[in-house]
């Protein structure tokens, strides 16, 4: 079988760049005729959407907790998780004047792609308004994969193509799905083919559907291992989701990435990591998986404090990169948000300035001109503390 255009593929390392398949010749005489691979509808869309949520100085805002999820963060300021007190939280984030300024995109719930602010806008034009781009989280869930060594897998490609396109109807234009690596499980080669090709062909249905597929595939903190075999893991599961999503496809220029900074384990017992090793280390990985076609990196914190996570990619924003290197935070940008709010309306207006404040320093962050100018006196403690300079 000859290819009309060229397709690099490695199983072991990824070799190749942006896959624009149009036609693949079968014939063992090389004259039949040609099998149209992709159909690429959105493609303009997808690129301009990607381009967007990677703008310079901006990133994402991770507010697609479950409901479950959300009602812990809840419980922890003594609220019940109902919907009411789910919606207020959410309205205070979107609603926050000048978001705008430092955020891109904003990672939604289903339920929250539907709701209103109080005044009966809805939270999609609430978003539109300050040039947010409104993503939704797609997956279903982690559930334990069978014949593994106590691992997860994620559901949710059951559906997928029609949640997806109502999703779009509703205003959502990127979408995220989450899928998780365990190093201390193994992992085994099971869960990280079973995690690549998920994350594929979700990306690829994504993309059909006019969302722009942020692709996850968490390698969790847990463990006591160091720095190194944290690289070591992180290289051979991008490699394979790479792998997977060049099978399906899926047009590069049309994604965003949401890996895991590469640290040690959280229960390491050695020194450690500075910023600047956790930097070296994590575009080591990047660079020797990614293609520069793919526009953003948007790291997950995964665990790290506020402090840390900003500092972090303010390391590797030191330099110059192929890609808009950048943030997709939760936890990192809402803990002090939420702890500050406490359910009290007349809270709204200071948890709605400390994400500013967090926004404002991840965006100098992703500029590498991050310092702790503006930070609290117990953000600058909890630097002292860590051995962090500053």
Not at 12 to 30: A, E, H, I, R
Not at 336 to 357: C, H, I, R, S, Y
Request: hydrophobic share 35%; with cysteine.
């Amino acid at each position: 079988m000859a290819l009309n255009n060229t397709l690099s593929l490695a199983g072991s390392q990824f070799m190749g760049q942006s896959v624009k398949l149009s036609t693949v010749n079968c014939s063992p005489s090389g004259r039949s005729a040609s099998l149209v691979v992709r159909a690429g509808g959105y493609d303009e869309e997808l690129v301009k959407t990607a381009k967007t949520v990677a703008s310079k100085g901006r990133g994402i805002l991770a507010m697609d907790e479950s409901n479950a999820t959300c009602g812990k963060r809840l419980a922890s300021i003594g609220l019940d998780n109902t919907e009411d007190n789910r919606q207020a939280y959410r309205e205070l984030l979107i609603t926050t004047p000048g978001l705008g300024s430092y955020i891109s995109g904003a990672i939604l719930f289903e339920e929250t792609l539907y709701q209103s602010a109080k005044g009966g806008k809805t939270f999609v034009d609430c978003l539109k308004e300050q040039n947010i781009v409104p993503g939704i989280k797609v997956d279903k869930g982690l559930v334990p994969l069978a014949g593994s060594n106590n691992e997860s897998w994620c559901q949710g490609l059951d559906g997928l193509a029609s949640r997806s396109a109502a999703y779009y109807g509703q205003g959502a234009r990127f979408a995220k799905w989450r899928t998780v690596i365990s190093i201390p499980n193994g992992p085994s080669e099971l869960a990280v083919t079973e995690a690549a090709w998920g994350l594929a062909r979700y990306a690829a249905i994504s993309q059909d559907n006019g969302l722009v597929p942020i692709v996850e595939p968490e390698v969790l903190l847990d463990g006591e291992h160091g720095i190194d075999r944290t690289l070591e893991v992180a290289e051979k599961v991008w490699a394979k989701t790479f792998y997977y999503l060049s099978l399906n496809n899926v047009l590069f220029e049309g994604i965003l990435l949401k890996p895991s900074m590469v640290t040690p384990g959280a229960d390491y017992k050695g020194t450690k990591s500075t910023p600047q090793e956790v930097a070296d280390y994590t575009l080591k990985m990047l660079h020797h998986r990614v293609p520069p076609s793919v526009p953003g990196i948007m790291f997950l914190s995964g665990g790290q404090s506020e402090v840390e996570a900003t500092l972090n990619l303010n390391a590797m924003n030191q330099s110059p990169n192929p890609w808009h290197v950048s943030f997709s935070y939760a936890r990192a940008l809402q803990n002090t948000v939420l702890q500050t709010w406490k359910g009290l309306p007349e809270n709204v207006k200071a948890a709605q300035d400390a994400l500013l404040v967090r926004a404002k320093a991840n965006s100098k962050a992703q500029l590498g001109q991050y310092t702790a100018e503006g930070e609290s006196d117990a953000a600058k403690k909890e630097m002292f503390e860590k051995g962090y300079t500053y």
